[in-house]
């Protein structure tokens, strides 16, 4: 079977698992209604998306963490740091796949040089360069004595859902050929 039609077949049965918590993801749920894909409300333990298929379930396994945009990395690596270090730990300890989907963003150095402006900076900012500080952390997190996880970019967020059913679709794949019988 072609990855063509691989991918096909796999559109038609997955379905894709949305964390409660996740919130405006309105242009996800859009898109994913639009291409057909099926999904459903369900608390994951961490991660914001994971999938089924043909009976097996794959969100302790394989799993999106999706950041909007450079600005709520920065809340969580700054204010909420504790939980999502905890969160991160817990998922490198169980999943064999964790994906930082993070939009609005076209590459590392698009991350790395993003500012606040005067008008975004409100009065509690101190940091202005809070793209070289989320770029800093995420290097080092994303390394495989820490969390080891990869990260995806996704600057036009239209493309987001594409882009979580992609992730899931290669290690679907990878999943399907490490399991089949030897021949």
Not at 9 to 23: A, G, S
Not at 147 to 169: G, L, N
Request: aromatic share 10%.
């Amino acid at each position: 079977m072609s990855s063509v039609s691989e991918k096909k077949d796999f559109m038609k049965k997955v379905n894709i698992i949305i964390d409660t918590r996740e919130q405006k993801n309105e242009h996800i749920v859009t898109a994913l209604d639009k291409m057909g894909i099926m999904h459903e409300s369900r608390k994951l333990d961490y991660g914001d998306y994971s999938f089924q298929i043909d009976g097996k379930d794959f969100s302790g396994i394989c799993v999106v963490e999706r950041k909007a945009n450079v600005n709520e990395i920065y809340c969580n690596v700054s204010a909420d740091r504790e939980r999502i270090e905890k969160e991160l730990d817990t998922a490198s300890k169980n999943a064999n796949q964790l994906t930082f989907l993070i939009e609005n963003v076209q590459d590392w150095n698009d991350l790395k040089l993003f500012t606040l402006s005067g008008n975004d900076m409100g009065n509690d900012r101190k940091v202005k360069n809070i793209g070289e500080t989320c770029y800093g952390t995420l290097q080092a997190w994303k390394c495989g004595n820490r969390y080891d996880f990869s990260v995806e970019f996704v600057p036009d967020i239209t493309k987001t859902a594409v882009k979580i059913v992609e992730i899931f679709f290669w290690y679907y794949h990878n999943y399907k050929k490490l399991t089949a019988p030897r021949k």
